[in-house]
Nanobody, 124 residues
């Protein structure tokens, strides 16, 4: 069992940046494929980014490619999402997700473990 706790969300103006963090409990974090999903009001939860257990492989949703960067620190059991050049359409609750299926695909199905989510709001 893995517990995930997100932090780093907030209110930012368009064009600004935020870095989300996801702290994971448990000894198996480094063995899991990890990802970020988001859910905007009135919309379904959607994939944002995924990273392999080693960090060597990443995939992004087309809507965030070139602006967001997913990374991980296996020594600290932390997953990150660096978000640059934020747009109002990035406004959503962002969820950390663990144990995504392998092999990694361009648009993966969600994994087993979820965090509670962190709100990101981008204003004009």
């Amino acid at each position: 069992q893995v517990q995930l706790v997100e932090s780093g969300g907030g209110l930012v103006q368009a064009g600004g940046s935020l870095r989300l963090s996801c702290a994971a409990s448990g000894r198996l974090f480094s063995s899991y494929v990890m990802g970020w999903f988001r859910q905007a009001p009135g919309k379904e939860r959607e994939f944002v980014a995924v990273i392999s257990w080693s960090g060597a492989t990443t995939h992004y949703a087309d809507s965030v490619k070139g602006r967001f960067t997913i990374s991980r620190d296996n020594a600290k059991n932390i997953l990150y999402l660096q978000m640059n050049n934020l747009k109002p359409e990035d406004t959503a609750v962002y969820y950390c997700n663990g144990d995504l299926p392998e092999p990694i695909t361009a648009v993966p199905l969600p994994g087993t473990f979820w965090g509670q989510g962190t709100q990101v709001t981008v204003s004009l």
